[in-house]
């Protein structure tokens, strides 16, 4: 059974920093592109940041470059995103998802976004205070 995890959500104030973490299981993680989704209230569902099955390419939105990191330590099949300076627009929930199709890793290895996905993970609340 594929399985996504994500935990570390919570209430944080503006500038502060929260790492999520997305525990996969259930497919060979080390051929999937893994991406963090976030959906904010009365707004449409928008890719954050993504990193590659080879760990070489990585993608950040616009609105989070500079202040997100997303990592991945494939010996506990776990990907994090680090996220400092906080802001209340970034308060959403945060959703982790994996793919393979040959679009999305395409996609992501030319940092051009996330692309489709093919799994998704429930959900982490993320609230910044203001």
């Known amino acids: 059974e594929v399985q996504l995890v994500e935990s570390g959500g919570g209430l944080v104030q503006t500038g502060g920093s929260l790492r999520l973490s997305c525990a996969a299981s259930g497919f060979p993680f080390d051929d999937y592109a893994i991406g963090w989704f976030r959906q904010a209230p009365g707004k449409e569902r928008e890719g954050v940041s993504c990193?590659?099955?080879?760990?070489?390419?990585?993608y950040y939105a616009d609105s989070v470059t500079g202040r997100f990191t997303i990592s991945s330590d494939n010996a506990k099949n776990t990907v994090y995103l680090q996220m400092n300076s906080l802001k209340p627009e970034d308060t959403a929930v945060y959703y982790c998802?994996?793919?393979?199709?040959?679009?999305?890793?395409?996609?992501?290895?030319?940092?051009?976004?996330?692309?489709?996905?093919?799994?998704w993970g429930k959900g982490t609340l993320v609230t910044v205070s203001s």
């Open positions: 998802a994996a793919s393979r199709a040959p679009d999305t890793l395409a996609m992501v290895a030319a940092t051009q976004g996330c692309g489709a996905m093919e799994y």
């Open positions: 990193i590659s099955s080879s760990l070489r390419d990585t």
